[in-house]
């Protein structure tokens, strides 16, 4: 089945930092990538859409200068979280999508503490 | 109205029971349906996808119903390692920027 690939799966760093997570789709090309937030026991929280080459679309309340996302070709999507505060700790997750009417494939994961 | 509604649960069976799940969806344009199951403290992983005739993967049954814009999702036959939290997911597909709409989850606990 399509694999999709998130690095790192753990930061923990301290506040100011910037932290950048990387999502990769290995076996297939990735027109559409989505990037998540979860927080305990609560559901996956959509933060932003991207299609490779074009700007990403943030959900309401979402600040695009605070989590910058970049997609630059049809594997690879990033997501930098800058100057990282404690209340930015999550589970952030990524997702990418082929085409159209496909389903979405999740990354593993990245879990963000932030001291 | 949310745009995707689930009964949160917990859903609480013991092994060997069949359990269902449904899902309604406000969107009545929607093209693509989809199950997903998220384990504690993992990514969501994709269980099946919904098609208009229905379809069955082993213990797992999938129905859609467009007319009251329901999906649902049946486990035969229970087993431990089905407990999880299962993700109903909508996708109006018509267009590359169509947003996919998570539920907010039902959870399953299969006890021994």
């Known amino acids: 089945g399509a694999v999709v690939s998130q690095h790192p799966s753990w930061v923990i760093c301290k506040s100011g930092t910037s932290v950048k997570i990387e999502c990769r789709s290995l076996d297939f090309q990735a027109t559409t990538m989505f990037w998540y937030r979860q927080f305990p026991k609560q559901s996956l929280m959509l933060m932003a859409t991207?299609?490779?080459?074009?700007?990403?679309?943030?959900e309401q309340g979402v600040e695009k200068d605070k989590f910058l996302i970049n997609h630059a070709s049809l594997t690879l999507s990033t997501l930098t979280v800058t100057s990282a505060h404690p209340e930015d700790s999550s589970f952030y997750i990524c997702s990418a999508r082929g085409d159209l009417n496909q389903p979405q494939h999740f990354g593993d994961g990245t879990r963000l503490s932030i001291l | 109205r949310k745009e995707v509604e689930q009964d949160p649960g917990p859903f609480n069976v013991p092994e060997g029971a069949t359990v269902a799940f449904n899902c309604t969806y406000s969107n009545s344009a929607s093209q693509s349906f989809f199950w997903y199951r998220q384990d504690c403290r993992k990514e969501p992983k994709l269980l099946m996808s919904?098609?208009?005739s229905g379809n069955e993967d082993g213990r797992f049954t999938a129905q859609l119903n467009r007319a009251s814009q329901y999906i649902s999702l049946l486990i035969r036959d229970s087993k431990l390692s089905d407990s999880a939290t299962y993700l109903c997911?909508?996708?109006?597909?018509?267009?590359?920027?169509?947003?996919?709409?998570f539920g907010s989850g039902t959870r399953l606990s299969i006890r021994p």
């Open positions: 997911v909508v996708s109006p597909g018509y267009s590359s920027a169509s947003k996919i709409i």
């Open positions: 919904v098609y208009s």
């Open positions: 991207s299609n490779e080459g074009s700007k990403a679309t943030y």
